[in-house]
């Protein structure tokens, strides 16, 4: 019983998009906190002084309200369909976009001086989940909705590759500011499809490795519970196991007895 519990505990939270929310939640975190925002942004020359975690950090940090709404809606919206679709390229695009994004920033764009946000990470999910849904879309023989998946993948493709010749978004938001980082979202891009094309087979090696966490602690408890029921019904045996089964006090106890 306790074992199927686990079990289900284990599923359940499988079935949740766990990375996606807490990243949403330090992402809040951060924005509420304008100073920490300050440490963590990505300045270049913050970088290139040895201030290396602006790197990745500076992915948590946003200018605005109107930038945080627009960024954390789409990269929680993306990340949570592609995370529940396959966790492990998930995982993947995650990483290599966010490692991948701030280093093209520091060799292709010299004149970017700061950067905010999360929209290369969120291009990366939208990559991703398109080669997703065009495998999920013609397997399941549905060519009709694969096509238009890939319509649709391709227009955001040439976008993004419009906009990185020209240096320049082809949509931005009176206002808000904030400026749309075209080589970002290019990066990001790249880094979805990356995901999306590495063999199952390697994936698969992978988490065959690293097991959930989730998993290692139920699978822990259970095996702790099943050595504690065993040394229970030790002990209770009778004499002749209680020397080298029980505890010392219930030994005593039992001997008093």
Known sequence: MRAAGAHCLDEGAR?????????????????????????????????LSGQ????VTGHFTHTSPINLAWNLGAFLALGAVCEAADRAR????????????????VVLSPA????RGLSGAASSFFALLVVLAVRRSLRDGRRAVALLVAAAGAAFFLKVGYEALLDRPLFAV??????????????????????????????????????????????????????????????????????????????AAMRRA
């Open 112 to 115: 970017t001086a700061a950067y």
């Open 15 to 47: 079935r949740l998009p766990c990375a996606s929310l807490l990243l949403a939640l330090a992402v809040l975190a951060v924005f509420l906190c304008p100073g920490l925002a300050d440490l963590l942004e990505y300045r270049r020359a913050a970088v």
């Open 90 to 105: 998930f995982r993947l695009a995650l990483t290599v976009s966010v490692v991948a994004i701030p280093l093209a920033l």
């Open 174 to 251: 009176d206002g808000s500011g904030f400026v749309p980082l075209p080589v970002a979202h290019l990066v990001g891009a790249a880094a979805g499809l990356a995901a999306a094309f590495v063999p199952a087979r390697l994936l698969a090696a992978r988490a065959a490795q690293s097991p959930d966490l989730l998993r290692r602690i139920a699978t822990s408890t259970s095996s702790r519970r099943t050595r504690a029921s065993s040394s229970r019904a030790a002990c209770s045996a009778g004499p002749a196991s209680t020397a080298d089964t029980c505890p010392a006090s219930t030994s």
């Open 52 to 55: 290396w975690w602006r790197l």
